[in-house]
């Protein structure tokens, strides 16, 4: 009798949960108001689960995710969905090549409303399994609470790769971590990340090999800053950066990142030496960038004369003059040399300012960001995606580029197929930057982004932190939390200067601001930045 019982039961809860499409509702033409309002944007057939949440008032909610191949599809009732992870998976994968629809029900006053269906185009190819990226406050709130996560792009999975909190007890110990970057997507383990103030230092992991070096030498400007491993080569390009923010009183953009000085140097891993590339005391040089075949490095430069002793003020002032061109230099991977800068870009002379210059992994095309002024775009409501064909380059700085997204954007970077590009964008809510991916196809044309999906969409909007630097990884990290926090404990290894890395003698030492010797955060300014 009791099994009888049971198995009533069981088979009660199974109808209660089974729940049948409105036969009557009526239709409209009213597009759904939805969120994240992703209706239009391309898919990969490996993307976790796409929730959303209705945002349209109703006594009764249900969403009809379907294809033509399999119109039963996936029901879920409620304001928000909490879509199946198995079921969705087997519905993506069958709609490779086609199309998903999901079409939302709402009812209200006892009669359903029916709206038309939200169609998402799904590719043929998948993204890179993972991503990791920071999530951080406002620098102007706290930025020694800080975490570097990695995500798991086919379901919501999040682990925590390094927690800055046990280095920040009170603001005379805090540290913070940024710049993590990886050599060809992570395929190798090869992994850096940058400390600054307490236990400060460069992170260099090589599968199980770990260390800590101080770049900081009585030669440079600071320690390595903003990083771009060779794609093959044992070396690292830096910007070594004198970084500071300055606050707007009357501007929705609230912070303005600026450069004092910057240079590029080149790091040799196995010989721990450090090498200048450019230190121009007239050319602020940063974000380096390698192409796929490690002989060409790219970067941005703005070029400004100092007036005076006095650089902060100088630059606090007239900020918005501050306009970086894209350059490149060749680079020879048998004497280890660079060749002579060559102008990619003259934005200067558009009036605007070139950032974050990456080049996509078949060497077709290279990525970057356009605004008004400066560097740090995370903030700038001018920003916007943009793309260049590299066989297109021109030796006069002339070369042609289109603008491919027509909203904010930032910071951004390829899957390692090229046909996915993520980027941040603070379009959401103007505050904090969320994780958006797009499609970009055999024709060089970027499709309609779409946000990271949740697992409950209103998370979005209970997170008080930014995405920041988001990178690809087809493998995940290696070594624990923990053992990256003991590694950050160990002493810094001191890098050893070696000169120039050009063909020409080395440039002239600049004036240059004193500089911690272990942090490389300016005495003057602190490098407390939100990028």
Known sequence: MRHYLYLIAILFLMASCTTELPKEAVQTQEVPNVFPDNNGATLPPNIAPMNLRIDTSGEAFITHIHTKADADGIVVEGKETDIDLKQW?????GAKGDTIYTTI????????????PLKNPVAEEEVDPYISYRLIQPSYVDYEDIYICQRHMTDFEEKVIYDNRPFSVDAATGQCVNCHAYQDYNRKGRMQMHLRQNQGGTLII???NRRKINLKTDSTLSAGV????????????YSVNSTGQVFHTRDTQKVEVIDYGSDLILFDIPSNKVFDIDCDPDEYETFPAWNPDGN???FCAAHYEQQTDDIDNELDNCYDSLRYNLYARPYNTQTMKFGDKQTVLNAAALHKSVSLPRISPDGKYLLFTLGDYGQFHVWHHSSRLCLMHCDSIASDGNTPFTQIDDQQASYHSWS????????????????????YFAYFDKEGKMHRPFMLPQRRPTYNDQLFRSYNVPEWMVEPVAPTKEELQNTARTDAIPAIYAGSALTHPMSKEKNRPAVDAVSGASQTRGNKIDY
């Open 296 to 298: 060409t490095l790219y």
């Open 226 to 237: 903003y990083p771009a491993w060779h794609p093959t080569m044992p070396l690292i390009a």
């Open 206 to 208: 090589d599968g199980q």
């Open 416 to 435: 390692s197929n090229g046909r996915w590009i993520m980027f941040t964008s603070r379009r959401y809510d103007g505050n904090y930057t969320r994780l």
């Open 105 to 116: 029900f709402v009812k209200n006053n006892g009669t359903w409303t029916q709206y038309p």
């Open 89 to 93: 998976r087997t519905l993506l994968q």
